[in-house]
């Protein structure tokens, strides 16, 4: 009798301890959505990229400074049509902006030789533009951090863009690997 006895203690302990410890398991069953039509890449690949992308983004500064802008004509007295940068880019004809692989269609700035011919800066002001300003460096003439805007024409040169202190983000130093 005591062992019938024993054995029924030991199997209802064998039962409370089964029955406690499953009430203490808590199971818990997510599901995660993936929007991504490509559904090959899974979600740490698609953060992994998206950081990528990020850090190679052509519009992120890679330096920032602060200078005088300024506007001239290609036909300044000391502007001879053609820009100081190879190749020389040819603006008797009264164009102001430059097709760049990279960016597009650009306006065009003088700099000092503190930035590379082909950088491109990015700049805002509201007399010109309501939106920011890209620009390529393919021309000298100025000292120090300062940028020179070609204009269209001297009243655009002195009236808009005037004499003003920017502050402006290089979002490439030098020409890009297809240019130049």
Same mark, same amino acid.
């Given at each position: 009798?005591?062992?019938? +006895? ?6 209802? +302990?064998?039962?409370? +301890?089964?029955?406690?410890s499953s ?28 950081? &990528? ?90 000292r120090g ?27 490439? +130093?030098?020409?890009? &690997?297809n240019e130049?």
């Amino acid at each position: 009798m005591k062992r019938v +006895f024993n054995v029924l203690v030991r199997t209802a +302990f064998i039962i409370l +301890f089964v029955v406690a410890s499953s009430s203490y398991v808590h199971i818990v069953e997510t599901k995660s959505y993936s929007d991504n039509i490509n559904k090959t890449i899974n979600l740490s690949t698609m953060a992994m990229k998206a950081k &990528e992308f990020q850090e190679n983004d052509i519009y992120s500064a890679k330096d920032t400074f602060t200078g005088d802008l300024t506007g001239y004509v290609y036909n300044c007295p000391l502007c001879g049509g053609t820009l100081g940068c190879k190749p020389s880019y040819d603006i008797t004809d009264g164009k102001t902006t430059y097709p760049d692989s990279m960016y597009g269609t650009v306006r065009i700035v003088a700099s000092s030789k503190n930035l590379p011919c082909g950088s491109i800066v990015r700049f805002q002001t509201d007399r010109i533009s309501p939106y920011p300003v890209i620009a390529i460096v393919l021309d000298r003439g100025v000292r120090g951090n300062a940028l020179d805007l070609l204009s269209s024409d001297i009243r655009y040169a002195y009236d808009i863009v005037e004499r003003s202190v920017i502050t402006y983000d290089v979002l490439r +130093f030098g020409y890009g &690997e297809n240019e130049g």
